[in-house]
């Protein structure tokens, strides 16, 4: 194994053991509980716009997002928060970079 391999091995063991060194003071919170899709909320998917419940975003697969906060007008306006990727080149794996605004 090379040098640069057994560091971030190293490293990544490390950080392992420090997320895992949790005070018995300090349980740790429960996860959410899931959230319950039925037949019933599936069917007024239009009245929660924020979710998409179904595939194709309803039950007739219309694809189309009632929310409004993108607009012709402020669409220019955006810029890339990140981006990945996932041709690896030249031998190496794919590496995610952020892009700084």
């Known amino acids: 194994m ?3 391999l057994k560091s971030i091995a190293l490293c990544a063991l490390i950080l392992a053991l420090a997320a895992c060194n949790r005070s018995v003071d300090q349980p740790a919170k429960p996860a959410p509980p899931p959230a319950q899709v039925d037949d019933a909320r599936l069917a007024r998917a239009d009245a929660e716009p924020q979710n998409w419940l179904a595939h194709g975003g309803n039950q007739q697969a219309q694809r189309f997002s ?4 993108i607009t012709p007008d402020n669409v220019s306006r955006l810029k890339p928060a990140g981006t990945w990727n996932s041709t690896p080149t030249a031998g190496r794996n794919p590496r995610p970079s952020s892009s700084t605004a």
Do not use: K, N, T
């Open 66 to 69: 009632g929310l409004d906060q």
């Open 2 to 4: 090379s040098p640069y």
